[in-house]
């Protein structure tokens, strides 16, 4: 029996954009790469550290929309407009994963869409 296959659209503003604000398979999500935005698409200002919070904000929202949490995640793939930023990015990364920590990669990119700083995406296991 083949999987079941959902595509689930943005909300807002990034429902203009041309991809998926993640995919279902079965109980498998697939979280598209995000930036730290606002509701408006617009980074927030204040550097990494306020751009990795509100990226994983934007995450925990999808979760949540889809019946999951931040505790269903078991892998991220964090980009980085400069890797010596990493260590910050990594401050405030681990606020964000309390009960465990998702297996990670991370590496630095020569651009992110709109001067991003960083963009994370992430793989979480629903319940079901």
Same mark, same amino acid.
């Given at each position: 029996? +083949? $999987?079941?296959?959902?595509? *689930?659209?943005?909300?807002?503003?990034?429902?203009? *954009?041309?991809? !998926?604000?993640?995919?279902?398979? #079965? /109980?498998? @999500?697939? @979280? !598209?790469? &995000?930036?730290?935005? #606002?509701?408006a698409?617009?980074?927030?200002?204040?550097? %990494?550290?306020?751009? =990795?919070? &509100?990226?994983?904000?934007? %995450?925990?929202?999808?979760?949540?929309?889809?019946?999951? !949490? *931040? +505790?269903?995640?078991?892998k991220? =793939?964090?980009?980085?407009? #400069?890797?010596?930023?990493? $260590?910050?990015?990594?401050?405030?990364?681990? =606020?964000?994963? =309390?009960? /465990? @920590? $998702?297996?990670? !990669?991370a590496?630095?990119?020569?651009? @992110?869409?709109?001067?991003?700083?960083?963009? %994370?995406?992430?793989?979480?296991?629903?319940?079901?």
């Open positions: 029996m +083949a $999987p079941e296959v959902v595509y *689930l659209a943005a909300e807002g503003a990034a429902a203009a *954009l041309p991809f !998926s604000e993640a995919v279902r398979v #079965d /109980h498998t @999500l697939y @979280l !598209s790469g &995000q930036l730290g935005t #606002d509701a698409l617009r980074l927030v200002p204040g550097g %990494i550290a306020a751009e =990795t919070r &509100q990226a994983l904000e934007n %995450i925990r929202r999808v979760l949540e929309r889809n019946g999951g !949490s *931040l +505790a269903n995640v078991v991220c =793939t964090v980009m980085l407009a #400069d890797m010596a930023e990493w $260590p910050a990015m990594n401050e405030v990364y681990r =606020t964000f994963f =309390t009960e /465990h @920590l $998702p297996a990670r !990669s590496f630095g990119a020569t651009g @992110l869409a709109l001067g991003a700083r960083v963009e %994370i995406e992430c793989v979480a296991v629903l319940p079901g």
